[in-house]
């Protein structure tokens, strides 16, 4: 997957829940790309400030410098055209335009990684993600660890009662479900023993 012949582009999209390691994925391919001595950028939208306003950061504090943007036509307006290989991290946030940038990045040339949620907190497709899965040469589906049941999770489960699509927030806002114990909207099952003691238990 790291090794494209020629000049051809492509679109990779890594996605799942919150806390299933997106992220992590997607600086792991982008500095297996800065190793191969490709020239590499990356973007994330302006409203995802949990962290850095000029790094892309992992649950785990793995950082790595990117470019904010508040739409993306903006990523194209601030690409540097000797760039080969592009990441959009949190991609979910940006917007319908995203599809047709990603297209027209992969289309002259560009390799394009793209990571964002696939599922909202009602468990409804999040755009641009389903078409952007549509569009891509290669999906990698990363699932988290339920913290509820300890089973592989496929869910991010909203902890608080709001009716917003998008509350920017991490860990105590959201956390990660599997099928069998997500609730659309605000928890109201009883916790298992499964789920650490550090976590406030209503
Ligand atoms: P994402 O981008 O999908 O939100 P990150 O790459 O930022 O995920 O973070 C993944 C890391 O989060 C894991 O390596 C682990 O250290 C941590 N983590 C916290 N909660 C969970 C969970 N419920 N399941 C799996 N990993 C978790
Ligand atoms: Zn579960």
Redesign the pocket.
């Known amino acids: 997957m790291d090794f494209l012949a020629g000049n051809m582009g492509w679109i990779e999209v890594v996605c799942?829940p919150?806390?299933?390691?997106?992220?992590?994925e997607l600086i792991r391919r982008l500095r297996r790309a800065m190793i191969a001595r490709r020239r590499v950028q990356v973007f994330k939208p302006e409203m995802d400030d949990r962290y850095s306003k000029e790094e892309i950061v992992?649950?785990?504090d793995q950082r790595l410098g990117s470019t904010t943007v508040t739409s993306a036509d903006e990523i194209l307006k601030k690409l540097d055209w000797r760039t080969q290989v592009i990441g959009v991290d949190e991609a979910n946030f940006i917007g319908p335009g995203l599809v047709e940038v990603c297209n027209q990045l992969a289309d002259s040339g560009k390799r394009v990684i793209v990571?964002g949620l696939d599922t909202d907190y009602m468990g409804r497709p999040f755009p641009p993600i389903p078409d952007l899965l549509a569009m891509a040469e290669s999906i990698t589906k990363?699932l988290?660890?339920c913290?509820r049941c300890g089973n592989p999770?496929k869910q991010t489960q909203r902890l608080f009662d709001s009716a917003d699509l998008i509350v920017v927030g991490a860990a105590g806002l959201y956390?990660?479900r599997c099928r069998a114990c997500f609730e659309a909207g605000a928890p109201k099952q009883d916790w298992l023993p499964f789920a650490p003691a550090s976590i406030n238990r209503p």
């Open positions: 799942g919150m806390f299933s390691g997106k992220s992590e992992s649950h785990s990571a990363t988290a660890i913290m999770a956390e990660a």
